[in-house]
T-cell receptor, first 114, second 117 residues
Framework: GAVVSQHPSRVICKSGTSVKIECRSL??????MFWYRQFPKQSLMLMAT?????????EQGVEKDKFLINHASLTLSTLTVTSAHPEDSSFYIC??????????FGSGTRLTVV | GNSVTQMEGPVTLSEEAFLTINCTYT??????LFWYVQYPGEGLQLLLK?????DKGSNKGFEATYRKETTSFHLEKGSVQVSDSAVYFC????????????????FGQGTILTVHP
């Protein structure tokens, strides 16, 4: 089946630094990927929709300059959290639209900003 | 707009008990419906789905039937196991007019299931 690989699985960074999270579709081409944020014991909040070769579409209230999304190829989308602060600490999950089940999710990235 | 409402948890059951997690939805079109499962510290895995009214999705002993008349997609399992302990999310998406592409997912709030031996 379709597989989406997300790296790193967890990262700790200092306040003020930037962190890049990668999401790769391993055995299919993903023209559309989605980035979610999940707070403890809560549901997933869609941050943005990433389309290959074009600008991402951000959900209302999500700072596009804070959360930079790049989808430069059909198998890779990246989310960069710029100038991270402790309030950005969260679980970030990507998913890709695949031709089979509809969506395949990455395993998530636990970001901790200290 | 589109929305998904799940029964509040957490749900705690003994092994081999019957499980029901209620899910209802509102949608402006004809949605596809999904159940996802999330184990601790992991992403989401598709458990089952249904794309039209009266469809029944099933997988690993779990079932859910797309009920258009009640706008529901309740998840059931006849005999739960300790390994079923996880968070379960109901979700919907609308497909495009050609039926070839899914839009973004709208999730319910999630239900934590804990199964004791």
């Amino acid at each position: 089946g379709a597989v989406v690989s997300q790296h790193p699985s967890r990262v700790i960074c200092k306040s003020g630094t930037s962190v890049k999270i990668e999401c790769r579709s391993l055995d299919f081409q993903a023209t559309t990927m989605f980035w979610y944020r999940q707070f403890p014991k809560q549901s997933l909040m869609l941050m943005a929709t990433s389309n290959e070769g074009s600008k991402a579409t951000y959900e209302q209230g999500v700072e596009k300059d804070k959360f930079l999304i790049n989808h430069a190829s059909l198998t890779l989308s990246t989310l960069t959290v710029t100038s991270a602060h402790p309030e950005d600490s969260s679980f970030y999950i990507c998913s890709a639209r695949d031709p089979g089940s509809g969506y395949t999710f990455g395993s998530g990235t636990r970001l901790t900003v200290v | 707009g589109n929305s998904v409402t799940q029964m509040e948890g957490p749900v705690t059951l003994s092994e081999e008990a019957f499980l029901t997690i209620n899910c209802t939805y509102t949608a402006t079109g004809y949605p596809s419906l999904f159940w996802y499962v999330q184990y601790p510290g992991e992403g989401l895995q598709l458990l089952l789905k249904a794309t039209k009214a009266d469809d029944k999705g099933s997988n690993k002993g779990f079932e859910a039937t797309y009920r258009k008349e009640t706008t529901s997609f309740h998840l059931e399992k006849g005999s739960v196991q300790v390994s079923d302990s996880a968070v379960y999310f109901c979700a919907l998406s609308l497909i495009n007019a050609g039926g070839t592409s899914y839009g973004k997912l709208t999730f319910g709030q999630g239900t934590i299931l804990t199964v004791h031996p």
